[in-house]
């Protein structure tokens, strides 16, 4: 799948609109591995930075520590959940405005039925299923007499 230059202009504007702190791969190696180690290890009532670079040994924390947003999502541990949704809120809101202004019929129409399937208005139809061979019946007690004819009536044990 391509990202065209208007792709990447709607996940700018998905991201912005969201206004929520983008850690570096840095920054979310270290929080990953301050989770896992709480995990198994001491929880204090309150976490500091001092506490979060004894529990990882990674001094940067420290530093991060003052970066406005770091402090606050490096204690989230539902983060990841929040993010997710807030960009997924921000996508909606984005896919309404081109239904509703888009310049190209395309655009609005594609627009148009993300919203719908989201809305869950479109019916997914279940797909069909087919053998190879048509004579062997669909319905689950005609199979079993099907399989009991063909097998000269023999079954396996289960």
């Known amino acids: 799948m391509k990202i065209t230059k208007?792709?990447?202009k709607v996940i700018a504007?998905?991201?912005?609109?969201a206004d929520i702190y983008r850690p570096t791969p840095d920054q979310r190696l270290v929080k990953?591995?301050?989770l896992t180690a709480l995990k198994d290890g001491p929880h204090p009532e309150k976490?500091?930075?001092?506490?979060?670079v004894q529990v990882t040994d990674r001094s940067v924390i420290e530093k991060?520590?003052?970066v406005e947003g770091f402090r606050q999502w490096?204690?989230?541990?539902?983060?990841?959940e929040n993010r997710a949704e807030a960009y997924a809120s921000s996508a909606l809101e984005i896919a309404h405005e081109i239904a509703v202004t888009g310049v190209r019929d395309g655009d609005r129409l594609a627009a148009a039925k993300?919203?719908?399937?989201?809305?869950?208005?479109i019916k997914k139809v279940a797909?069909?299923?087919r053998f190879l061979d048509s004579s062997i019946p669909d319905d689950p007690a005609k199979l079993d007499e099907y399989i009991r004819k063909a097998t000269g009536g023999a079954r396996e044990a289960t």
Do not use: M, R, V
């Open 32 to 34: 990953a591995e301050f």
């Open 64 to 66: 991060w520590w003052s």
């Open 127 to 129: 797909p069909e299923t």
């Open 13 to 17: 504007q998905i991201i912005e609109a």
């Open 74 to 80: 490096f204690l989230d541990s539902q983060a990841f």
């Open 114 to 121: 993300l919203l719908i399937d989201i809305a869950g208005k």
């Open 47 to 52: 976490i500091t930075a001092a506490f979060a």
């Open 6 to 8: 208007t792709d990447s």
